[in-house]
T-cell receptor, first 111, second 113 residues
Framework: GESVGLHLPTLSVQEGDNSIINCAYSNSASDYFIWYKQESGKGPQFIIDIRSNMDKRQGQRVTVLLNKTVKHLSLQIAATQPGDSAVYFC??????????FGAGTRLFVKA | NAGVTQTPKFQVLKTGQSMTLQCAQDMNHNSMYWYRQDPGMGLRLIYYSASEGTTDKGEVPNGYNVSRLNKREFSLRLESAAPSQTSVYFCANSRLAGTDTQYFGPGTRLTVL
């Protein structure tokens, strides 16, 4: 598989448990935030996004929380499944064309 | 990665060789992007194209050139490859600029010896 994600923070969870992946963003002017999932050997895949006028957004089994006070973003995955194993990274955008991507967190799901 | 194709999937070059990475999207989106991804680092923007006929530099443009051939296609060229350009390259597109979801291709893994 890809060598993407060497030396990344790692989160290991039991199948069926909830996962929480955290991200600190850098720019207080950022107003659009996105979570991506990247499986080995594949391109990043959009999971969920949130704009700065919200503090919570829910999707299917995923919830994103935004705390602008401390510039913190989190992704919650409910009832984590083996297929959720991947690298997850957050991204921030201030409205222009240049999105800043984090390096990511590797999620391992134990069966 | 449906809707975005990249060729080739893998490539090995010698220092000084040139090559073009191809990207095509069938999503009818206006904006297209080229990123590189290195181990332990976030994606870094090389070049982007806001719309057909325009291109602009991103964070790490040195050593690369791009062409937005039409609305569907956006190519990345390495004129004289260097070992520092060993990376995984991703093409992406979005319907609108910036604050819009980006859709990524499957990537090209490039090794420069």
């Amino acid at each position: 598989g890809e060598s993407v994600g060497l030396h990344l923070p790692t989160l290991s969870v039991q199948e069926g448990d909830n996962s929480i992946i955290n991200c600190a963003y850098s720019n207080s002017a950022s107003d659009y935030f996105i979570w991506y999932k990247q499986e080995s050997g594949k391109g990043p895949q959009f999971i969920i996004d949130i704009r700065s006028n919200m503090d919570k957004r829910q999707g299917q089994r995923v919830t994103v929380l935004l705390n602008k006070t401390v510039k913190h973003l989190s992704l919650q995955i409910a009832a984590t499944q083996p297929g959720d194993s991947a690298v997850y990274f957050c991204a921030e955008n201030t409205g222009g064309f240049k999105t800043i991507f984090g390096a990511g967190t590797r999620l391992f799901v134990k069966a | 990665n449906a809707g975005v194709t990249q060729t080739p999937k893998f490539q090995v070059l010698k220092t000084g060789q040139s090559m073009t990475l191809q990207c095509a999207q069938d999503m009818n989106h206006n904006s297209m992007y080229w990123y590189r991804q290195d181990p332990g680092m976030g994606l870094r923007l090389i070049y982007y194209s806001a719309s057909e006929g325009t291109t602009d530099k991103g964070e790490v443009p040195n050593g690369y050139n791009v062409s937005r051939l039409n609305k569907r296609e956006f190519s990345l060229r390495l004129e004289s490859a260097a070992p520092s350009q060993t990376s995984v390259y991703f093409c992406a597109n979005s319907r609108l600029a910036g604050t819009d979801t980006q859709y990524f291709g499957p990537g090209t893994r490039l090794t420069v010896l």
